[in-house]
């Protein structure tokens, strides 16, 4: 929150600062004034096409790329995207908000191996990023990079074309951390979203309307630390060419908690999720969609001990493998 405005001088000094020789009343006013910082942070700063960096950032004056804009804000501030351009890849050091209002394309272009975005903030900082466009065109490498922070919130996004992951959130902390996707598309990647914890610290995430289209892998939990806990709800997961979802859970301590509820896989080869080690899994209003393509390898698939799935009757799956079964009432 920017600081308090209005807190100036009051009536009855100002009387007593008029009776002040000039000098010396221009020599406080000159005090004050210098200990403002000439490039104090704002809490909330702009870019614009037209912008340019040298600008304070300001709605009158934007900068040019998010970088600058980052570099500007004040931590725990809004950047916010005037109109539909470009912006640059952008490193996130502190808690902030990048965000493009409706009807604004706010797009960032990749160089070859490169990260669209990428934070390492500190261990209380949420980061927030809200209707953004990312393009790895192919060659770039990775849509958002998150490895420290409290909180990592990915709304209304569309992450397409990278040659790693769309989103990949690999912390160390000691303390968990959490992570939305929210009403976000994730398409033509190696990793559509992936989860890798190798820390003591787990990962609680939440997603939510996602539309996860022709990647290679969807979803991926890799625990080599804390575990893993997913609740994934409303969305669409297919056309993959290898696994909707996959989860290892380590070989020791609690393991993933996978929840699904209501998504629909279809066309993912050879299986729609894959518990390799683990894992438990929950479905309930879950499709398995085998009408328009050739799949007919298990729906569910646990190849080692130690995973297991719990289904309510709301579900529709071919098959679950190897898979240990039980039941749990509708949520």
């Given at each position: ?103 604004i394309e706010a797009s960032i272009a990749v160089p070859p191996g490169g990260t669209a975005i990428a934070v390492a903030a500190g261990a209380n900082d949420i980061i927030t990023l809200r209707g953004l466009t990312l393009n ?23 992450i397409t074309n990278f040659t790693q992951d769309g989103i990949l959130v690999h912390p160390s902390a000691a303390t968990d951390t959490l992570v939305l996707v929210s009403n976000t ?147």
């Amino acid at each position: 929150m920017p600081p308090r405005e209005g807190g100036g001088i009051q009536l009855g000094a100002l009387s007593m600062l008029t009776r002040l020789p000039l000098a010396l009343l221009g020599a406080i006013l000159g005090c004050g004034l210098s200990a403002i910082p000439a490039d104090a942070q704002r809490a909330r700063v702009f870019v614009a096409s037209y912008g340019n960096d040298s600008n304070p950032c300001t709605f009158g004056s934007p900068c040019k790329t998010f970088q600058a804009a980052h570099d500007a804000v004040a931590a725990g501030g809004e950047i916010t995207a005037i109109d539909s351009a470009g912006f640059g890849p952008v490193n996130i050091n502190k808690a902030v908000t990048i965000t493009s209002p409706p009807g604004i394309e706010a797009s960032i272009a990749v160089p070859p191996g490169g990260t669209a975005i990428a934070v390492a903030a500190g261990a209380n900082d949420i980061i927030t990023l809200r209707g953004l466009t990312l393009n790895g065109a192919g060659s770039g490498g990775t849509g958002v990079f998150f490895t420290t922070g409290a909180k990592l919130a990915v709304i209304d996004c569309v992450i397409t074309n990278f040659t790693q992951d769309g989103i990949l959130v690999h912390p160390s902390a000691a303390t968990d951390t959490l992570v939305l996707v929210s009403n976000t598309i994730v398409t033509e990647t190696p990793g559509g979203i992936v989860l890798s914890t190798f820390g003591p610290g787990g990962v609680q995430a939440t997603f939510g309307g996602l539309t996860l289209d022709n990647n290679t892998d969807s979803i991926e939990l890799i625990t080599q630390g804390g575990p893993i806990n997913l609740m994934v709800a409303n969305s669409q997961i297919g056309h993959n060419t290898q696994i909707g979802i996959y989860s290892s859970g380590g070989s020791a301590g609690p393991g993933n908690h996978l929840y699904l509820k209501n998504v629909t896989f279809s066309g993912n080869m050879p299986h729609e999720i894959y518990l390799d080690t683990n894992t438990l899994l929950w479905l309930s209003q879950v499709t398995q969609q085998v009408s328009d393509n050739s799949n007919t390898g298990a729906g569910v698939f646990c190849p080692n001990p130690g995973s297991g799935v719990f289904t309510d009757l709301t579900n529709h799956i071919n098959s679950f493998g190897q898979c240990t079964k039980g039941t749990n009432p509708p949520n």
